[in-house]
Structures are given as C-alpha cells and as structure tokens.
C-alpha cells in the first residue's frame, strides 16, 4: 500500500484545485471588465470633448469667420450675399443644465 500523506499536509502547502480553476475563470473575466470600463470611459469623455469643441465652433468662431471673410471679399471687390443667420440648436442643453447644476 502505497504512502500518503496526511491530509492536514496538503491543506497547508496545496490550494484546492477548485480554487485554482475558479481563479483562471474569474481573473480574465475581471481583466475584460476593467478594460471594457476604461475602454467606455474614454468614448464617454471623447463625445463629451467633441460635443463642447462643436458648440465653441458654432457659437464663438464661426460669426467671426463669416466677418473676416465678408472683409476679404470687400477688399477684394466682391460682393457677397447676406450670410445665413447662425443659431446652434443644443439637443441637450436640459442634459447639461442638470450637469452644471450637480457641480
């Protein structure tokens, strides 16, 4: 009959091969969590950027090009038509109205 050692021996210098196969399932698992976190964190913040660069652009620069434009033209002698009135529709000013109001 073969030797085996007793069992207090491999409860102190073995882990359960149960625990062993629920770490190689849990640890990738966790591993994608963090990275698919990360991952929409950064395209949250990116909309968020691009959002606010789109509303400067239309609601501080654009006026101004019309005007340095229509002072090129005169110098140059052209005539331009009125430019079309500006107005920047924000879909989700209630959004960030409520944002704001959190700070």
């Known amino acids: ?7 207090c021996y491999w409860k102190k210098n073995q882990m359960p091969p149960y625990l062993s196969q ?3 399932v849990l640890l990738p698992i966790g591993v994608q969590l963090v990275v698919f976190l990360r991952w929409l964190h950064r395209r949250l913040r990116d909309d968020e950027i691009h959002r606010a660069f789109v509303y400067d652009i239309a609601t501080n620069h654009l006026p101004h090009i019309y005007d340095a434009l229509r ?3 005169e110098q140059q002698g052209i005539a ?3 430019p079309p009135p500006l107005r920047f529709m924000d879909l989700n000013e209630t959004r960030r109205k409520e944002h704001r109001s959190r700070r």
């Open 1 to 7: 009959m073969p030797h085996r050692p007793p069992l």
């Open 71 to 73: 002072a090129i033209a």
């Open 22 to 24: 629920l770490l190689a």
């Open 80 to 82: 331009l038509p009125e």
